[in-house]
C-alpha cells in the first residue's frame, strides 16, 4: 500500500499554483543554458539565419519541450501503475513496453537500415512496432484463464522484459563494434532533437494523456485501496485497466521511440508528488504531470552542461540519482 501525507485542500491548491510557476520559469530559462551558453542580447539581435538564433530555436527550446513531455508522460505512467498495481516499486518499464521497443530498435540498428516514412524515422517506426508487440503479447498472456489477474499481469510483463532485454544482449553481441555501440548508447537514454517534429508528435500525446488520467481521478483513488472495494462502488476494474494499460504503453512506447529508455524518472517522481498532495489523484495527476516535466528538463540541462562541450546522456543522469533514491524507498517503507 502506498501511504504519504495528506496536506489541506488549500495547501495543494498552493503546491500546484507553486509548480506551474515554476514550470513556466523553467521552460522559459532552460534553452539558454547548454553546451554554448545564450545570453538574450545573442537572441534578439541575432539576424535571420545567425548561428545563435538557430541553436536557440531549431535545437535548445525544441529540446526543452520534449524533454518536458517525456518527463510528464513516464511520470504520469508510473503514477498510474503504481495505483493499478498497489506497489511503490513499478514503473513505466515494468510491464515490458520498453524493453519492446528497445528491442525493435536495437533490430533497426543492428540491421543497418536508414528510412523515413511517413515524417517517422525507421528508428521510431522500429520502436513503435516493439512497444506494440510487447503490449500484445503482455496482455495475451494476462488473459489465459489461468493468470487472469492484475498480479499476473504484471508477472507476464516482468518476464516479457527480461526475455526482450537477453534478446537486445544477443543482437549486441552479434553486431558489430559501431551497431553495438549505437544500441548502447540509445539504451541509455537521450534526447536529441533537431525542430519541432517529434515535439508535434509527443505533446498533443501528452496532453491527452493528462486529461484522460485526471478524468479517471476518482476510479484510482477507489482502485489504490483494493479491488473488491472498487468493484463494490461500481468501477469497472477490467475496462479501466484495459483502458489506462493500452493508453499508458501507447504513451510510453512513443516517448521510448524518440528518446529511448530514460530510467527511473516514473518511479521517483510519483512519490516525490505524493509527498507534496497526498494520494488524491485529482492533485496527484497534475502536480506529477509538472513535477515530471520539470524534474526530467533539469536533468537534461545538467547533461548537457556538466561537461561541455560534450553532453551526457540523460538516462546516466536519472539512474545516477535513482540509486540514493532506491535507499531512501527502502528505508521508508521499512518505518511504515
Wanted: a positive charge.
Amino acid at each position: 500500500m502506498i501511504v504519504a501525507s495528506l496536506p489541506k485542500h488549500s495547501t495543494k491548491k498552493i503546491i500546484l499554483s507553486s509548480l506551474l510557476v515554476v514550470t513556466v520559469f523553467v521552460l522559459i530559462f532552460s534553452p539558454f543554458f547548454g553546451s554554448t551558453p545564450l545570453a538574450l542580447k545573442d537572441i534578439f539581435s541575432a539576424t535571420e539565419g545567425k548561428r545563435e538564433l538557430d541553436i536557440f530555436w531549431q535545437m535548445r527550446v525544441p529540446r526543452v519541450i520534449l524533454a518536458f513531455c517525456a518527463g510528464a508522460i513516464f511520470s504520469m505512467s508510473g503514477m498510474v501503475f503504481q495505483a493499478i498495481f498497489r506497489n511503490p516499486l513499478v514503473s513505466p518499464f515494468t510491464l515490458g513496453v520498453s524493453a519492446g521497443a528497445s528491442l525493435g530498435a536495437s533490430i533497426y540498428i543492428a540491421s543497418g537500415f536508414s528510412f523515413y516514412l511517413l515524417g517517422l524515422s525507421g528508428l521510431s517506426i522500429f520502436s513503435l512496432l516493439g512497444a506494440g508487440f510487447s503490449i500484445i503479447l503482455v496482455w495475451f498472456l494476462a488473459q489465459l484463464p489461468a493468470t487472469r489477474s492484475m498480479t499476473k499481469l504484471l508477472l507476464a510483463g516482468v518476464v516479457i522484459s527480461f526475455f526482450f532485454m537477453s534478446l537486445i544482449l544477443f543482437i549486441q553481441y552479434l553486431s558489430g563494434l559501431y551497431q553495438s555501440f549505437r544500441i548502447t548508447r540509445w539504451l541509455m537514454g537521450s534526447i536529441y532533437v533537431f525542430g519541432y517534429e517529434e515535439v508535434s508528435q509527443v505533446f498533443p500525446l501528452a496532453i491527452v494523456g493528462l486529461l484522460i488520467i485526471w478524468y479517471f481521478a476518482q476510479e484510482l483513488n477507489l482502485l489504490t485501496t483494493g479491488e473488491e472495494i472498487a468493484l463494490s462502488r461500481g468501477v469497472d476494474v477490467h475496462g479501466l485497466v484495459k483502458v489506462l494499460f493500452f493508453l499508458i504503453s501507447l504513451m510510453i512506447g512513443s516517448i521510448v521511440s524518440v528518446c529511448g529508455p530514460v530510467a527511473f524518472v516514473g518511479i521517483m517522481v510519483p512519490h516525490m508528488g505524493r509527498l507534496m498532495v497526498g494520494t488524491d489523484h485529482r492533485y496527484l495527476t497534475m502536480t506529477t504531470f509538472l513535477f515530471g516535466g520539470i524534474f526530467l528538463v533539469v536533468c537534461d540541462t545538467l547533461a548537457r552542461t556538466i561537461i561541455a562541450p560534450a553532453e551526457i546522456p540523460v538516462g546516466i543522469i536519472t539512474a545516477i540519482l535513482g540509486g540514493p533514491f532506491f535507499f531512501w524507498l527502502l528505508f521508508e517503507q521499512r518505518k511504515g
